[in-house]
Structures are given as C-alpha cells and as structure tokens.
C-alpha cells in the first residue's frame, strides 16, 4: 500500500500503522499528527513496480545505496542517471529507518547526483529522492 509524507515535518504515512486505511480514504480534514499540517502537504512517495511507470523513469529515479569508501551512506539518484538542470533535478535527498526520516541533504541545479550522506552506511536504511517534476521515489 502506498505511503506517503508530510512535506512539513517529513512524518510518512504507513497505512500499516493505521489499521491498513489508504491515506486517500482518510477524511479531508485528516491533519498530520505529528505538525498539524493540512491533507494536501502529503505527497505520495513512489515505490518501484507501479506498473504503470515505465521503467527507464523508474531507473532515472529509484535511488540506489552503498557504502561509501569511509563506512558512510552513499545515494546515486537512479541507476540510469537522473538530471541535475534548472529545469529538471533532484531538489533534496533523505535516509529513512523505520519509517522515520534520519537525514535530509538539499541538492541544487548543477551538483552532482551522487551525495554522501553522514549516516553510517547499515543495510536498514532506505532512501527518498524529490524530482522536482516527478515525485518523491524510495529506493528498493
Ligand atoms: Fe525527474
């Protein structure tokens, strides 16, 4: 089921953790119980086999993990390199652990789209990366 997160506060919706209701059907008035934020500050965070993505946008987007070569976390935005032009990039990048977002690192237009993060490089974490124009994707 898709999650999704509050742009406020970066709380991320698992339909899990609420008796498995779709974050669609929850009222208009649903508030972020974390900041108080409106419905409407959630954005959908996309996973790999929607299957209506085509799969070269799923690669050029789907951030991928290793390890850095001093032990940190290292994100690449996607398999297939992602741009990083004015009008098209990747505007920040987060780590997530149990639904929870560890770190955040802002990118800009012109940077590379390769980022080393702080966080020690561990096998739970997992990655968001925001296109400006395509959304929010977690890594596998
Ligand atoms: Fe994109």
Redesign the pocket.
């Known amino acids: 089921m898709k999650k999704f997160i509050c742009e406020k506060c970066n709380y991320i919706y698992d339909p899990k953790e609420h008796n498995n209701v779709t974050f669609e059907n929850q009222p208009e008035d649903y508030k972020c119980p974390i900041c108080g934020a409106e419905k409407k500050s959630f954005k959908e965070i996309k996973e790999e086999t929607i299957e209506d993505n085509n799969p070269e946008t799923q690669k050029?987007?789907i951030p991928v993990i290793s390890k850095s070569e001093n032990g940190k976390t290292l994100i690449k935005i996607g398999e297939i390199d992602?741009?990083m032009e004015e009008i098209?990039y990747?505007t920040k990048v987060q780590l997530i652990k149990n639904n929870k977002v560890i770190e955040t690192k802002t990118l800009h237009p012109n940077e590379k789209n390769i980022v080393e993060m702080e966080t020690i490089f561990n096998t739970e974490i997992e990655a968001l990366a925001y296109?400006?124009?395509?959304g929010i994707w977690k890594s596998k």
Do not use: E, G, V
């Open positions: 050029k987007h992602h741009p098209h990747i296109c400006n124009l395509h």
